[in-house]
């Protein structure tokens, strides 16, 4: 038997093995061992499993004379072999006599071979137990079939892909190298060095919002030799990008696909290791290597009136040794696939928390602090991860940060758009500056303290890229966020830019507009068109120097007869009202 057919059914992806505790590696080594046993069983018998069979009569001696009757009447002996030879027994009368034996078991022999191959082929098929000749065969279809459901998860369409994705961004999690300079600043909490030769800024990125933000407003220009550093950061960004979409993805509260196949997986295993052991144990005493076969249940006797024989089972001493090494495998087997099924279901619903690994593996530079637990399939991959290895764990959790990966973004938007690039994009001498595409706000927007009106168009953005200190260097009269994602209104507008006279957040997912709106006493025009703006709206009439508001008629269908009211109130107030086609 081609035993490499069988690899098929292990787990062929190496990479697999970080997802494999010790429990399971335990399994496969010993299914793969009950296994080899079955075969060399298979083989043994083979070579060795032919019955030696020789014809018998039972010869009872009483009183000198002797008798046809069989010992116990176990074993039937032909009447008419012994009526015809009855010199045959009054050979071994003698030997009884002297040994104080009334019955003897006399062995003959077959007038030709052919008669013999007759023999132990009929009382092979006969006079074995059905169990001690298939012994070999059903040894090797329970090993097959505890290497089938032993690695049957790794196998199955739905859980192998996400298992397969999962380990492909765990790898690539702990082997991202993370050695170059500002990578290793911004992602591993090292030094900065020589990130401005003129400012000679040496304090580190994650000392603090303040600090990081004064660190970037001092630098002036990025080093030639950062190339390699930026392709780096964006790699990294890029991971925990995909990283993001593949939670998303496969952690769901109610979704246990995963953890429901592995644990059904471990039942099964319960269950065949189970029936393997109480069925190979029921007909253990089957095996035997002395058998009594009569030809004349079969068809008849062979000439010479020979129909009983006894046979030798050579190979059932063999059988019996490899029963009871199955037994020593086959026990633990099912002992821990019961580990396996209990720790399965005290998972099974249970969030993974990354707070242990924080504690331990926490640089003071590198925050995981913020990593939320997870849920569904996701949590359990994390479990049998954390089994594995902690360090792949922690690899994995930083990339998972959202912290980490802001502030990979600072760093990139840092490198690609310098202080240089940015004047020289301005214009009416510095104070105007228009953005388009960007996945964040860069950090040296604020060092252009000229600047007034600033406008970012299809941008992303999120509350996170308003950092109050940050905006505070800057002193803006015009701020246009137009198409940037934006979910509510950034707090970090009304209490920086007191000063502000426009404001443009058209073509976002704004829904309420916040009562501190009316800190902005110097606002004279206000766009919200293009948002699903419900809530709120009435604290606009506290603007007082307001004088053009932009509105589409989808605002205007969406509000309640109250809301319009306090609309029409603040169209009062406002005298100056321009309704912007929808």
Not at 106 to 127: I, P, S
Not at 143 to 168: Q, Y
């Amino acid at each position: 038997f081609p035993v490499e057919k069988l690899s098929q059914f292990e787990s062929t992806n190496p990479s697999y093995r970080i997802l494999k505790p010790w429990w399971d590696v335990l399994t496969d080594y010993l299914s793969a061992v009950v296994l080899i046993i079955a075969l060399s069983a298979g083989a043994m018998q083979v070579l060795q499993g032919h019955l030696i069979c020789l014809p018998a009569a039972e010869c009872n001696f009483n009183s000198n004379n002797v008798s046809h009757h069989s010992r116990n009447g176990s074993i039937p002996v032909s009447t008419s072999f012994v009526r015809t030879n009855r010199s045959f027994c009054q050979k071994y009368y003698a030997s009884a006599k002297n040994d104080s034996r009334m019955t003897i078991i006399a062995l003959t022999k077959l007038e030709d071979r052919r008669q013999y191959d007759f023999v132990d082929a009929q009382c092979g098929q006969e006079a074995v137990h059905w169990f001690a000749s298939y012994l070999p065969f059903i040894l090797f279809l329970q090993a097959v079939i505890l290497v089938i459901v032993d690695n049957f998860w790794l196998k199955f369409p739905k859980t192998s892909s996400t298992m397969d994705h999962f380990i492909k961004l765990v790898l690539e999690c702990f082997n991202s190298p993370g050695t170059c300079l500002h990578v290793s600043n911004v992602l591993w909490g090292t030094r900065i060095s020589e990130l401005d030769a003129e400012s000679n800024a040496t304090e580190d990125i994650e000392q603090g919002t303040g600090e990081r933000d004064m660190l970037l407003r001092n630098s002036v220009q990025i080093p030639s030799t950062s190339a390699l550093e930026l392709s780096e950061a964006i790699k990294a960004k890029t991971l925990c990008e995909k990283i993001r979409h593949f939670q998303k993805d496969v952690e769901h509260q109610n979704h246990q696909f995963l953890v429901g196949i592995y644990l059904a997986q471990a039942v099964m295993q319960c269950v065949f290791s189970l029936a393997s052991l109480i069925v190979n144990s029921c007909f253990y005493s089957s095996v035997r290597s002395r058998v009594d076969c009569d030809v004349g249940d079969i068809g008849g006797a062979i000439y010479g009136h020979y129909d009983y024989f006894k046979c030798s089972y050579a190979i059932a001493v063999y059988f019996r040794l490899t029963l009871n090494i199955f037994y020593v495998l086959i026990t633990p087997y099912f002992l821990l696939c019961v580990i396996i099924s209990a720790w399965t279901l005290s998972k099974f619903k249970k969030p993974f928390s990354f707070e242990e690994i924080a504690k331990k593996f926490d640089t003071g530079a590198l925050k995981l602090a913020d990593v939320k637990e997870v849920n569904g399939d996701l949590a359990f991959m994390l479990h049998l991860l954390n089994k594995y290895n902690k360090l792949y764990l922690y690899r994995f959790a930083v990339f998972l940060s959202q912290k980490n990966e802001k502030n990979l973004k600072d760093f990139i938007l840092l490198k690609k758009w310098s202080l240089d690039k940015l004047k020289r994009m301005t214009t009416e001498n510095g104070t105007k500056l228009n953005l388009e595409g960007l996945p964040g706000i860069p950090m040296a927007i604020f060092q252009l303290s000229k600047l007034k009106s600033l406008t970012l168009e299809d941008c992303t953005l999120t509350e996170e890229d308003f950092v109050s200190m940050a905006w505070q260097t800057l002193k803006l009269r015009s701020l246009s966020l137009v198409r940037c994602r934006l979910e509510s209104i950034p707090t970090a507008i009304f209490q920086n830019f007191e000063y502000l006279e426009t404001l443009d957040l058209s073509h976002n997912r704004i829904t309420s507009v916040p009562e501190n709106i009316a800190d902005l006493r110097y606002l004279h025009t206000l766009n919200i068109v293009g948002n699903k703006v419900t809530e709120g709206l009435e604290h606009i009439v506290k603007i007082d120097r307001l004088r053009k508001l932009d509105v589409d008629q989808t605002i205007d269908s969406q509000m309640s007869e109250e809301v319009k009211n306090k609309l029409e109130g603040v169209i009062n107030r406002v005298g100056l009202l321009r309704f912007s086609p929808p």
